[in-house]
């Protein structure tokens, strides 16, 4: 498996950037689809965004398309997400996850947007909006 550690959260306000890393381990992350999810107490794990293994096609939440953009280096072995126009609602912990290429079971898009199929998460960082 990889091992994944998150990293470039903070505080900022109302319309400010923030853009986090996710650091793989190994030698097996290109072959991992990368999610990132955030959670926010007393809520459930919440899609965001995910990229497949090359980094040709990435996917979105409603909630945050047109702000964030996931990339990924498999040369550094890093997937980063850049946030704008933050808004408070996305206050959160944010997490990344890999998702094994080895996984089946429906369209890549609802895999990746499944966190019951992922098998590595980070540790999370949080991500706090204010207004």
């Known amino acids: 498996q990889v091992q994944l550690v998150e990293s470039g959260g903070g505080t900022v306000q109302a319309g400010g950037s923030l853009r986090l890393s996710c650091a793989a381990s190994g030698r097996t992350f290109s072959s991992y689809h990368i999610g990132w999810f955030r959670q926010a107490p007393g809520k459930e794990r919440e899609f965001v965004a995910g990229?497949?293994?090359?980094?040709?096609?990435?996917y979105y939440a409603d909630s945050v398309k047109g702000r964030f953009t996931i990339s990924r280096d498999n040369a550094k072995n890093t997937v980063y997400l850049q946030m704008n126009s933050l808004k408070p609602e996305d206050t959160a912990v944010h997490i990344c996850?890999?998702?094994?290429?080895?996984?089946?079971?429906?369209?890549?898009?609802?895999?990746?947007?499944?966190?019951?199929?992922?098998?590595?998460w980070g540790q999370g960082t949080q991500v706090t909006v204010s207004s």
């Open positions: 990229i497949t293994l090359s980094g040709a096609t990435t």
């Open positions: 996850g890999g998702l094994s290429r080895a996984v089946v079971g429906g369209t890549l898009s609802a895999l990746l947007q499944d966190p019951r199929r992922y098998t590595s």
